[in-house]
């Protein structure tokens, strides 16, 4: 049996940590990586490895490719606010955790200012 694979980007490079890792890139099939001979090799990245996150964040970022290095911005890491009590919501890239937390009391107190103000009061402390 022949089987035939296109892949959509040939030999890439993609450098994590100062580690380069090469592949051809199929949208459909995912990496085939590619070993220092030029030929594709079996073995891949272990799960944990930073590959992933930096191949996922390449892939939702549009798969762009400069001079064969693929060309991607890390993914920033999520920031968590504490609401109230164990509750926690992660706050979104260039928001101010303070900010997003203020504005989720001012909707879950909406009907009790009272109660919203001592909320407020309690998260700015003494």
Excluded at 4 to 28: A, H, M, N, P
Aim: net charge neutral; hydrophobic share 35%; charged share 30%.
């Amino acid at each position: 049996m022949i089987i035939c694979s296109f892949t959509d980007f040939d030999d890439v490079r993609l450098t994590v940590d100062g580690q380069v890792f090469r592949f051809e890139f199929s949208k459909r099939f995912g990496p085939l990586m590619i070993g220092k001979r030029g030929r594709t090799i079996d073995n891949y990245p272990p799960l944990k490895s930073p590959f992933w996150d930096a191949l996922q964040a390449w892939c939702t970022q549009g798969h762009q490719v400069v001079n064969g290095e693929a060309v991607y911005l890390p993914e920033p890491e999520p920031t968590c606010v504490r609401l109230i009590g164990r509750q926690y919501v992660e706050v979104p890239a260039g928001r101010n955790p303070e900010d997003v937390r203020r504005e989720w009391l001012a909707k879950v107190f909406k009907d009790d200012p009272v109660k919203l103000e001592a909320a407020l009061r309690v998260s700015e402390g003494p």
